[in-house]
């Protein structure tokens, strides 16, 4: 036999459903280094909870926080790699709290693994990948979050060479299961007699539009504390090229 259950009860265990929500939301904070807010132009404040300080390590401006990805892409096509940060002392430090100086939003290809193109170690960068590079709303989330909460003060969003997404999209055949979604947020960049080449880069334009759509990118890159650039990552030469 059902209980009927008055409409009072109902609003009682709603409350109480969302106490236990907001709780739950205190104790994801109370993980995150740092405290952030975003600016009055976003009209509300986020406020996040601090655990022990993380290292400083994003102190520079945009610009040079460029010119140390490309500086150590640098030393990688050229053999000279400093492996910077890679010790168990820097992965004791970074376990306090992390200030990574970069985000990046590259493709999930095996071929293109960022803190070693970037000859950087733990804690330097903040890095989302997936097939394609797509920026879709959970991948624009995370940049959000390792720019205006951990402050990397550069974004980068870097496509590669014969990158197997592009070419499967420009293919325009049936996939299995969900690569269609992948397909289907790439297709916007695709135009009429592009080679191959540049409908790639023409996606990493996609994704940098999408991302500064974000308010809350867009209002760090012109309050001066983020830059987002793209990329293309040559997969012979080992070299990330800037693209406008």
């Given at each position: 036999m059902f209980k009927l259950i008055k409409s009072e009860e109902i609003m009682n265990k709603t409350k109480q459903n969302l106490n236990v929500s907001r709780r739950n939301l205190l104790k994801f904070g109370a993980g995150v280094a740092g405290t952030a807010a975003l600016t009055a132009g976003l009209g509300t404040k986020v406020n996040w909870l601090k655990e022990k300080?993380?290292?400083?390590?994003?102190n520079i401006t945009p610009d040079e926080a460029l010119n140390q990805l490309l500086e150590g892409n640098k030393r990688f096509i050229e053999?000279?790699?400093?492996?910077p940060n890679q010790t168990m002392t820097r992965i004791q430090e970074v376990?306090?709290?992390?200030?990574?100086?970069?985000?990046i939003l590259s493709c999930a290809d095996s071929r293109v693994?960022?803190?070693?193109i970037f000859d950087r170690g733990f804690?330097?960068?903040f890095v989302v990948r997936n097939a394609g590079n797509v920026a879709t709303p959970e991948e624009i989330g995370s940049l959000e979050f390792g720019t205006l909460v951990l402050g990397a003060k550069v974004l980068m969003v870097i496509g590669h060479q014969s990158c197997g997404a592009v070419?499967?999209?420009?293919?325009?055949?049936?996939?299995?299961g969900q690569i269609g979604s992948i397909l289907d947020a790439i297709k916007p960049a695709i135009k009429p007699n592009q080679t191959l080449e540049e409908s790639i880069i023409s996606n990493v334009k996609l994704g940098m539009s999408r991302l500064q759509a974000s308010p809350v990118i867009s209002q760090l890159i012109k309050d001066g504390k983020l830059k987002i650039v793209g990329g293309y990552y040559d997969l012979d030469k080992g070299m990330v090229k800037v693209v406008a």
């Open positions: 300080p993380a290292i400083a390590g994003n053999n000279k790699r400093k492996n376990a306090q709290g992390q200030a990574p100086f970069a985000a693994p960022a803190e070693i804690g330097d960068l070419k499967a999209t420009i293919a325009g055949n049936a996939v299995p």
